[in-house]
């Protein structure tokens, strides 16, 4: 296959190339689809219709470890509400408000789409299992600034099946000369 820069090399003055931004997801292989989790629920002898009980001890230690954070580190978690507003502004005020300029320099929460699982009974299967759905959950934005990378966060929900983010943003703006 040719490249669009080999097709149009005469009408090309010059090109730039550098990655805008670096995503690294992850998540837990074996629950991280309806039916993984239904095999690992019903392999720990865990009802279906527990699920959301099964999940929450999870979402409280994620909670408790975002909120050691900000105490261990003197941050404090801004909830944001409104879909609009950028997170790298309020992250910028927050540098500004609080002085810091490397490790962990903002942390912030917000309600979210996520995909979850809900419990149903087929009646004519008579089987009981999850099926995949969406739903909103909290989210904490972990930002960091490291000297060499710049601005980089880590995006976690506190909702099974915790789909993980970490988001390496490349901008110049953010690195410390």
């Not at 190339?17 to 309806?34: F, K, M």
């Not at 909670?63 to 050691?68: Q, R, V």
């Amino acid at each position: 296959m040719e490249l669009l820069t080999e097709r149009y090399t005469k009408e090309i003055q010059g090109k730039t190339s550098c990655y805008d931004r670096v995503v690294i997801t992850g998540t837990i292989p074996q629950i991280c689809y309806a039916q993984g989790m239904t095999s690992y629920l019903y392999g720990k002898g865990i009802k279906i219709f527990d699920y959301p009980r099964f999940t929450e001890p999870y979402r409280d230690k994620i909670n408790e470890n975002a909120k050691k954070l900000a105490r261990d580190n003197n941050i404090e978690i801004e909830f944001v509400k409104k879909t609009h507003i950028r997170k790298e502004d309020l992250v910028q005020k927050s540098m500004e408000k609080n002085g810091k300029t490397s490790g962990l320099v903002h942390i912030i929460s917000a309600m979210e789409a996520c995909p979850t699982y809900k419990p149903y009974h087929n009646q004519i299967t008579n089987k009981t299992y999850l099926n995949g759905s969406q739903s909103k959950c909290l989210h904490y934005y972990f930002y960091f600034i490291d000297e060499t990378l710049g601005l980089m966060y880590c995006r976690v929900p506190t909702w099974c099946p915790f789909f993980f983010k970490f988001i390496l943003t490349v901008t110049t703006g953010w690195h410390q000369n």
